[in-house]
């Protein structure tokens, strides 16, 4: 069944977990730029991983069974780096993730995760591995996140995680959609505009 | 005394507002958009029922899907055609200058921009694409944002973000004969690492970095975002203006001599205070050549490919990955490692002078046999005036394939593919796994005249042996 997308605040995710291991992995793996030929992004769900998964014949960690209905990804070193596609988050949120966990993530893949309501929370590289043991050994057990709390548990155990500030408040606030605050600002962005000398011919830096 | 960089100087000319927890609203001077990126933007623009609020300051062009053989309409592929109407369909409904095939100025949209004298010293540049970093070399804050930004941008002309740390790389002495500013950032991105910086921008500084030409400098400042830096920058100065001036869209009369003005004062203040500072010199940098997965996995031309086990710990298994991946045993050299594609092209490495100075290797000599290799020049105007030169013409009768403008096979969402196992010498910019259109292709990255001497010779070469004879 597919589930709702993220919408308005987001301070709790309730669900199980998968891990994809290995660092540097970039959005071209997420998915691969022959299905960014497209001009919505309502079939990247299905591809998602697409050439890892074929490579792996269905053992894949997108393919196995007990990873159906799974919304957590748990990740490690500087995830979604490379391109700035947002198909990547959007495919794995398509797929049914909504919270990725990891030790780091790249810049423009943070903010494109964040711009669709998907939290993506880091930990240090032991926690990491500890959290990752945990999820491969127990594939069927329920995490609870909260982000207030910042912190993501099973029935035992606790695991701390760290948010920026700014994301932390406009996920919490359900503010993650930008477009109706950046808005709000009309008369200040035309400000803007009247200062910035290579918008007015030059004229005021004389 | 001023202590101010470029970037914080930069920066708050375009601050519109400080957003709750630390982020900023900032303005977007010039939004650069392209066919993959922005058709999903317009949706969620037009089911929002928004219009574009500043349509003069959006510019359109078609680079990503473009076969590059044949570009008669329709195209071969209707999955393409269809992204190109669909861009063409909304920038004609929003009131956005498109430049497409047969304007004489569409090409890949960080070549055809700089050249159009569109990006310059002092802008913010944003476009759906993660190489915008390119723009930098003008001395702009210039940054790839994703889809939901591109439609942010489309309404209110600016965006969220949060301002990056600076990180001053400051590079002394000059390159040498046969090395080239693609060298210099593969050994930045080695020494730094692919994830060194996230969290910064690059302020690219020094002799070595002031003796380049603007379009080095652009492929210096392409790559930042290989090391993780949204945005790298190089201060702006005469070679600066030199290449602006007379551009379709640089400043004339009074107005040039203002903006020379403002774009002075930009300049990172000398007491300028960095979040963190290194050094490296150029003069000893080699040919460099990538050999794994990841451009930060590169090696000078007199390496061998590391043994993984020898690597720092956390470098190991990625390298053991990209041993695997690429058939590449560990302790061999990188020299004369087998070929069969070349490709010449991209963003990073398809301007004139890249062609140029891969020409000079290629004149007078043969493709080896078996070899396929192509040029595909960054614009139609790279394309024009490379032709003007003759440059094509000492492609073509070394064997070389001479093609229309497009990205091409840097990511291979056009015809031009990688088949099977194949390993490509590539003056692009990315060699993750898959990148050029296979799933088990591969790629190694180097200069245009390293490519150039490559398919010579069927396999990886100093090109400084070339040079010579």
Redesign the interface.
């Known amino acids: 069944m597919q589930q709702e997308f993220p919408q308005g605040e987001i301070k709790e995710i309730m669900g199980r977990s998968f891990i994809i291991k290995g660092d540097d992995i970039d959005t071209d793996r997420i998915i691969p730029a022959r299905f960014l030929k497209c001009v919505s992004f309502s079939a990247l769900g299905e591809q998602v991983f697409a050439d890892d998964r074929k490579e792996l014949k269905g053992n894949h960690p997108f393919d196995l069974d007990q990873n159906k209905g799974a919304n957590i990804l748990v990740v490690n070193d500087n995830f979604g780096c490379g391109s700035s596609r947002e198909h990547a988050p959007q495919a794995l949120m398509r797929w049914g993730i909504r919270l990725i966990v990891g030790e780091s993530f790249a810049e423009i893949f943070f903010g494109n995760c964040l711009a669709i309501g998907i939290p993506c929370m880091t930990s240090s590289k032991e926690e990491i591995h500890k959290l990752q043991n945990l999820v491969n050994q127990y594939p069927n057990q329920v995490w609870n996140f909260n982000l207030k709390e910042l912190s993501i548990s099973n029935q035992k155990e606790s695991f701390r995680l760290n948010l920026e500030e700014g994301a932390f408040k406009m996920l919490y606030s359900g503010k993650w959609d930008a477009t109706s605050q950046l808005l709000d600002e009309e008369e200040r962005i035309k400000n803007t505009v009247n200062k910035l000398p290579y918008l007015n011919n030059f004229k005021q830096e004389v | 005394m001023s202590s101010e960089t470029l970037y914080d100087k930069v920066w708050n000319?375009?601050?519109?507002?400080e957003?709750?927890?630390?982020?900023t609203?900032l303005?977007v001077?010039l939004h650069l958009i392209h066919e993959?990126?922005s058709?999903?933007a317009f949706?969620a623009l037009n089911e929002?029922k928004?219009e574009v609020?500043?349509p003069n300051?959006t510019v359109a062009t078609v680079d990503?899907?473009v076969p590059t053989s044949n570009q008669q309409r329709p195209f071969g592929?209707p999955?393409?055609e269809?992204?190109l109407a669909?861009l063409e369909k909304n920038c004609k409904s929003h009131g956005i200058k498109f430049h497409g095939i047969g304007s004489n100025s569409q090409g890949v949209v960080h070549v055809m921009a700089p050249e159009l004298g569109l990006t310059?010293p002092?802008?913010t540049v944003a476009c759906?694409?993660?190489h915008?970093s390119t723009h930098g070399a003008f001395g702009a804050i210039a940054f790839?944002?994703?889809?939901?930004?591109v439609?942010?941008v489309l309404?209110?002309?600016?965006?969220?973000m949060?301002k990056l740390k600076v990180r001053r790389i400051w590079v002394d002495g000059s390159l040498q004969k046969g090395v080239y500013a693609k060298d210099l950032i593969l050994h930045i991105i080695r020494l730094l690492g692919?994830?060194g910086g996230?969290?910064f921008a690059y302020e690219f500084a020094g002799p070595a970095i002031e003796k380049l030409s603007m379009e080095g400098r652009m492929t210096i400042c392409n790559m930042a975002?290989?090391g993780?830096a949204?945005c790298g920058y190089i201060n702006p100065d005469e070679t600066t203006f030199e290449y602006l001036k007379e551009k379709e869209y640089s400043?004339k009369g009074q107005?040039w001599e203002?903006?020379i003005?403002?774009w002075k004062?930009l300049v990172s203040d000398s007491e300028a205070k960095f979040d963190d500072e290194i050094q490296l010199d150029a003069s000893s940098i080699e040919p460099t050549v990538t050999w794994g997965i990841?451009p930060g996995q590169g090696i000078s031309i007199k390496e061998k490919i590391p043994n993984p086990e020898m690597l720092p710990k956390?470098e190991q298994?990625?390298a053991k990955?990209a041993c695997k991946y690429m058939n590449l045993e560990p302790n061999e050299p990188i020299e004369g490692t087998s070929i069969d594609v070349c490709f010449i092209g991209s963003c990073t490495n398809g301007r004139l002078s890249d062609l140029q100075e891969a020409s000079k290797i290629v004149k007078g000599r043969r493709v080896a046999t078996g070899i396929r290799a192509f040029v595909v020049p960054g614009s139609q105007k790279v394309a024009k005036e490379a032709k003007q030169k003759g440059i094509d013409k000492i492609f073509l009768s070394a064997g070389f394939e001479w093609r229309e403008p497009g990205c091409s096979m840097c990511?291979?969402?056009n015809p031009d593919k990688l088949e099977g196992r194949q390993i490509s010498a590539s003056s692009s910019n990315?060699n993750?796994?898959?990148?050029q259109?296979s799933?088990?292709g591969r790629t190694l990255l180097m200069s245009p005249a390293m490519v150039a001497a490559a398919a010579i010779n069927g396999k990886v070469t100093d090109v400084r042996k070339l040079l010579q004879e």
């Open positions: 000319f375009h601050q519109v507002k957003l709750p927890g630390g982020s609203q303005f001077g993959v990126t058709p999903q949706s929002k928004l609020k500043y300051l990503h899907i592929d999955l393409a269809e992204m669909t310059q002092g802008m759906g694409d993660s915008t790839g944002i994703g889809t939901s930004q439609r942010d309404a209110s002309q600016s965006l969220a949060k692919v994830k996230v969290g975002i290989e993780g949204r400043p107005e203002n903006a003005k403002w004062s990841t956390n298994q990625i990955d990511l291979a969402m990315r993750f796994k898959g990148r259109g799933a088990n």
